[in-house]
């Protein structure tokens, strides 16, 4: 049998590709390519960083504030610092940090309405 190795993208709708593009990388320092994508090597992560495929309940209130069906979660090297950056940005604030075995978290949601989860790996605590 045919298995799934890993997540290869995170695609979705926005009302303005080129402004949202500029904002992640005035932001967030994510540089689109010629085909309008950002690519992460697997081999730049973190040590014990991973990805999630994590499907949730229809009445969830996770991704609250956002009223879209989905959330990003993005790997970060300096949780405060990139929470810091997207609020410069004008980006609203979910919540505070939040300490785990398996990292710290952090949310904000982007101009366009999205709630986007930052994770710092345990390995890249300071």
Not at 19 to 34: E, I, R, V
């Amino acid at each position: 049998m045919a298995k799934v190795l890993g997540v290869g993208g995170v695609f979705f709708k926005c009302r303005n590709k080129e402004a949202l593009s500029a904002w992640y990388k005035k932001h967030l320092g994510m540089s689109l390519n010629q085909l309008g994508g950002i690519e992460f090597d697997h081999a730049d992560a973190p040590t014990g960083a991973y990805c999630v495929w994590g499907p949730f309940a229809a009445d969830t209130e996770y991704f609250s504030p956002s009223n879209k069906e989905f959330m990003i979660n993005l790997i970060v090297d300096d949780l405060e610092r990139a929470l810091q950056q997207v609020e410069e940005g004008g980006a609203e604030r979910v919540g505070g940090i939040e300490n785990y075995d398996y990292g710290r978290f952090g949310w904000f949601v982007d101009p366009e309405g999205t709630k986007v989860e930052l994770w710092e790996p345990p390995s890249k605590r300071h």
